[in-house]
């Protein structure tokens, strides 16, 4: 593909960049219509059916447990490995405990490459699909590649569209940021999220189409559509500040962050695998004796159009269905988001803030705050119902029902100071930014943003 420096770029400082943006918004017919999208989607899934076996450990192939440390690690000592993590914290109802944990130190690369078509802001999405989807086949960024995937560690193809982002030229960087992944299935894992703009000269290829930002919000409403790659980098796109009517000013925001984090304790420390408590390994799996939480589990992949044909991998398996939910109120008519400030032990910086409601609830012996609320909502007060399924190169069938739920005037706070009612303004300044909002509520912005 071509690498010459596209012309007529938008810059990142443009100041008409967010009117761009809001245009591509609520243009919901580009290039395809709707239905088209849909058809086009149907018309690649043949193309990408993988058959996903479960396997006994001892048919891993290149993946193994340590004779010393029984951390299960690839052989190339890339990609990721499962190993032991323990975990002291004062926050949530239990203070101390160990788990397995997914260590993958190396930053990846997700992508959205953007252009202008007839005017207006497109979007380069891939139909991809990952061994641990529940459907196959999902709407994904233009780039979504570990380093071991795009060093081709796996003797694989090459990631198209790689040189755009890989280095990228920041005079096209619309959106460049670290962000985090799951805390309490990842160790400290963080992923490169970036819109990169680029020319007429650049393609969509036979498993992309360019979709403006009003189409991909309306597949938004679809269950398991839009993987969670391509949700967290949506999320970063900029936009235009507007604090009019926020009930905390940024000062009042950031000091409640930075107390949050001087509040909690946690402190971690990776152990062997073999060395954690309550967790116990068999031929296929490693569970907790409880049956509660995830069990680690093996994976035979073959794929008739990715990098590689075939591969054997461990995958992180939860037990049940999440509910991620964000209740919002208007303030003087000012729609506001109840943050809730978590800690989870992978969290690089101790607190990143998540959506009012995070949880599997068959994991809890007392459901945490405001989940019976969600649980009862009113489809009047009901904005957003979607279930989205998480990373599918890491986790199988890891699924959440995302909710966005209106809460009437009565409804009122916790007063333990763990919550705040933010405006979407100001989660999407915050966004900028590294480790502030975690990735189930990144999920939930691009989600509001659909919504506005």
Same mark, same amino acid.
Not at 143 to 158: C, D, L
Not at 159 to 184: C, K, M, T
Not at 274 to 302: K, L, M, N
């Given at each position: 593909?071509?690498?010459?420096?596209?012309?007529?770029?938008?810059?990142?400082?443009d100041?008409?960049?967010?009117?761009?943006?809001?245009?591509?918004?609520?243009?919901?017919?580009?290039?395809l219509?709707?239905?088209?999208?849909?058809?086009?989607?149907?018309?690649?899934r043949?193309?990408?059916? %993988?058959?996903?076996r479960?396997?006994?450990?001892?048919?891993?192939?290149?993946?193994?447990?340590?004779?010393? /440390?029984?951390?299960?690690?690839?052989?190339?000592?890339?990609?990721?490995?499962v190993?032991?993590?323990?975990?002291?914290?004062?926050?949530?109802?239990?203070?101390?405990?160990?788990?397995?944990?997914?260590?993958?130190?190396e930053?990846?690369?997700?992508?959205?490459?953007?252009?202008?078509?007839?005017?207006?802001?497109?979007?380069?999405?891939?139909?991809?699909a990952?061994?641990?989807?529940?459907?196959?086949?999902q709407?994904?960024?233009?780039v979504?590649?570990?380093r071991?995937n795009?060093?081709?560690?796996?003797?694989?193809?090459?990631?198209?569209?790689?040189e755009?982002?890989a280095?990228?030229?920041?005079?096209?960087?619309?959106?460049?940021?670290?962000?985090?992944?799951?805390?309490?299935?990842?160790?400290?894992?963080?992923?490169?999220?970036?819109v990169?703009?680029?020319?007429?000269?650049?393609?969509?290829?036979?498993?992309?189409?360019?979709?403006?930002?009003?189409?991909? $919000?309306?597949?938004?409403?679809?269950?398991?559509?839009?993987?969670?790659?391509?949700?967290?980098?949506?999320?970063?796109?900029?936009?235009?500040?507007?604090?009019a009517?926020?009930l $905390?000013?940024?000062?009042?925001?950031?000091?409640?962050?930075?107390?949050?984090?001087?509040? $909690?304790?946690?402190?971690?420390?990776p152990v062997?695998?073999?060395?954690?408590?309550?967790?116990?390994? /068999?031929?296929t799996?490693?569970?907790?004796?409880?049956?509660?939480?995830?069990?680690?589990?093996?994976?035979?992949?073959?794929?008739g159009?990715?990098?590689?044909?075939?591969? %054997?991998?461990?995958?992180?398996?939860?037990?049940?269905?999440?509910?991620?939910?964000?209740?919002?109120?208007?303030?003087?008519?000012?729609v506001?988001?109840?943050?809730?400030?978590?800690?989870?032990?992978?969290?690089?910086?101790?607190?990143?803030?998540?959506?009012?409601v %995070?949880?599997?609830?068959?994991?809890?012996?007392?459901?945490?705050?405001?989940?019976?609320?969600?649980?009862?909502?009113?489809?009047?007060?009901?904005w957003?119902?979607?279930?989205?399924?998480?990373?599918?190169?890491?986790?199988?069938?890891?699924?959440?029902?995302?909710?966005?739920?209106?809460?009437?005037?009565?409804?009122?706070?916790?007063?333990?100071? %763990?919550?705040q009612?933010?405006?979407l303004s100001?989660?999407?300044?915050?966004?900028?930014?590294? $480790?502030?909002?975690?990735?189930?509520?990144?999920?939930?912005?691009?989600?509001l943003?659909?919504?506005?």
């Amino acid at each position: 593909m071509p690498t010459a420096t596209p012309t007529g770029l938008l810059r990142h400082t443009d100041a008409s960049l967010p009117e761009r943006i809001a245009e591509s918004a609520a243009t919901i017919d580009g290039m395809l219509t709707h239905r088209e999208v849909l058809a086009w989607l149907e018309s690649r899934r043949p193309h990408h059916v %993988q058959e996903v076996r479960r396997i006994p450990f001892a048919e891993l192939g290149s993946w193994d447990f340590d004779p010393g /440390t029984g951390n299960l690690a690839h052989a190339s000592g890339r990609f990721f490995s499962v190993e032991g993590l323990r975990v002291r914290s004062d926050f949530g109802p239990v203070r101390e405990w160990s788990q397995p944990i997914i260590h993958q130190p190396e930053i990846g690369i997700l992508g959205i490459a953007v252009r202008e078509i007839d005017g207006v802001f497109h979007c380069l999405m891939q139909a991809k699909a990952e061994p641990g989807n529940p459907n196959g086949l999902q709407v994904a960024p233009t780039v979504q590649a570990t380093r071991s995937n795009y060093t081709r560690v796996h003797g694989g193809r090459v990631v198209p569209y790689l040189e755009h982002f890989a280095p990228a030229d920041p005079r096209q960087v619309i959106a460049d940021v670290l962000q985090s992944e799951q805390g309490a299935w990842f160790y400290r894992k963080r992923n490169r999220n970036m819109v990169v703009e680029v020319g007429p000269e650049v393609e969509a290829g036979e498993d992309f189409q360019w979709l403006t930002l009003g189409q991909l $919000h309306r597949l938004l409403h679809l269950d398991n559509v839009v993987n969670m790659d391509a949700r967290t980098v949506l999320s970063c796109l900029p936009a235009a500040p507007d604090t009019a009517g926020s009930l $905390h000013t940024t000062a009042e925001v950031l000091s409640w962050i930075t107390r949050m984090h001087t509040e $909690h304790e946690l402190v971690t420390e990776p152990v062997p695998l073999r060395e954690i408590e309550h967790w116990h390994r /068999t031929d296929t799996a490693i569970a907790h004796e409880s049956g509660r939480f995830f069990s680690v589990v093996a994976v035979d992949v073959q794929a008739g159009c990715r990098e590689v044909g075939s591969w %054997q991998q461990p995958l992180l398996e939860p037990h049940g269905a999440g509910i991620v939910a964000l209740l919002v109120k208007r303030f003087e008519g000012v729609v506001h988001a109840l943050i809730n400030a978590r800690v989870e032990p992978g969290y690089l910086d101790v607190v990143e803030l998540a959506p009012t409601v %995070q949880c599997v609830p068959e994991n809890y012996g007392h459901l945490p705050p405001y989940v019976d609320l969600v649980r009862a909502r009113r489809p009047e007060r009901t904005w957003f119902d979607v279930e989205f399924s998480e990373e599918g190169g890491r986790f199988y069938d890891a699924r959440s029902r995302y909710v966005i739920l209106e809460v009437d005037d009565g409804f009122s706070v916790r007063p333990d100071g %763990q919550f705040q009612w933010l405006t979407l303004s100001q989660l999407t300044v915050l966004l900028q930014h590294r $480790h502030y909002l975690n990735v189930q509520a990144r999920t939930l912005v691009a989600a509001l943003r659909a919504l506005m």
